[in-house]
């Protein structure tokens, strides 16, 4: 029996999961040690990225495979910003810039959504169901490591209209 693309997608990025927890950053990361400079900036790109998945998911959102993906409850857009208005202040959009990695990420974002949009799911699939995974591991390791007081620059890690997780992900 053929297997689904859920599983398809878990079994087949095994290995990349786990080669991005050994990143260096990452593994600091899990040993507490994250410095608010770098980890602002890992804010401020992912606000460009999930602005544009967002937004073409916006377009395509009657298309019959990406319309099945069209929840706006896992939208990270509006958290992101409240996180750069603490990480970097009111004037946050003048001051970040995303980085040429960045750059070129969101290009590919667009690039895939003009010319064959279903790929977009694969995005969906590695932050959404990243967040809503190793995510709240991440956000309690940020808030000790930066002493960060509750709802302050961990907005990002909060899914107020999702009520289980474990549920949701199932879904
Ligand atoms: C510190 C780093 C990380 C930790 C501790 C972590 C932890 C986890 C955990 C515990 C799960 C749930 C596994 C399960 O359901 O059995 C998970 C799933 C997942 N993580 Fe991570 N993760 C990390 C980094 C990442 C990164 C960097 C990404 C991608 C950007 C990512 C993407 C995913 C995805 C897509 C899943 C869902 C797998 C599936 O059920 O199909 N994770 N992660």
Redesign the pocket.
Known sequence: MSQGL?TL??VG?QKS?SA??STDF?KC??KGVVDKTSYSRLVGNLYFVYKAIEAEFEIHKNDPVLGKLYYRELWREKSLELDMLFYFGTNWREEFKPTPACEKYLARIREISANDPVLLVAHA???Y??DL??GQ??KKIAKEAMGLQDGDGTAFYEFDDIRNAGEF?KQ
Do not use: P, V
Request: glycine share 10%; aromatic share 10%; hydrophobic share 45%.
């Open positions: 859920a997608l878990r990025t999961h991005a927890e990452i990361f899990l699939y590695t932050r169901m990243g995974s190793g591991i991440l992900k």
